[in-house]
């Protein structure tokens, strides 16, 4: 069984950092594509980027473009997204996802088909 777990958010002010981490059981995250969404209040399930181990390809959104990084640790089976000079439009429960199915990453949310519970983000002005 697949199961997903984020953990690392909270609050931050302005400019601050955050390293979200996904610790994934049941698959070895380097054999499939990580995906990294969010969704702020009364809006839909947006982008954040995403990255295929096989070929390390990766993609982000240009809303978050270097900014934010995805990296792993194979040895704890974990993806983290680090997060850097947030700004309050970075506020949203974020979550990880995994595409089982294609060898490049893709921003598209029905591409996943394995979703961790969220963590929130909240960064202040």
């Known amino acids: 069984q697949v199961q997903l777990a984020e953990s690392g958010g909270g609050l931050v002010q302005t400019g601050g950092s955050l390293r979200l981490s996904c610790a994934a059981s049941?698959?070895?995250?380097?054999?499939?594509?990580m995906g990294w969404f969010r969704q702020a209040p009364g809006k839909e399930y947006e982008f954040v980027g995403a990255?295929?181990?096989?070929?390390?390809?990766?993609l982000y959104s240009d809303s978050v473009k270097g900014r934010f990084t995805i990296s792993g640790d194979n040895a704890k089976n974990t993806v983290y997204l680090q997060m850097n000079s947030l700004k309050p439009e970075d506020t949203a429960v974020y979550y990880c996802?995994?595409?089982?199915?294609?060898?490049?990453?893709?921003?598209?949310?029905?591409?996943?088909?394995?979703w961790g519970q969220g963590t929130q983000v909240t960064v202040s002005s």
């Open positions: 990255i295929s181990w096989a070929g390390m390809n990766s």
């Open positions: 049941g698959l070895t995250f380097s054999s499939y594509t």
């Open positions: 996802a995994v595409d089982n199915r294609s060898p490049l990453p893709g921003a598209n949310p029905s591409l996943y088909d394995y």
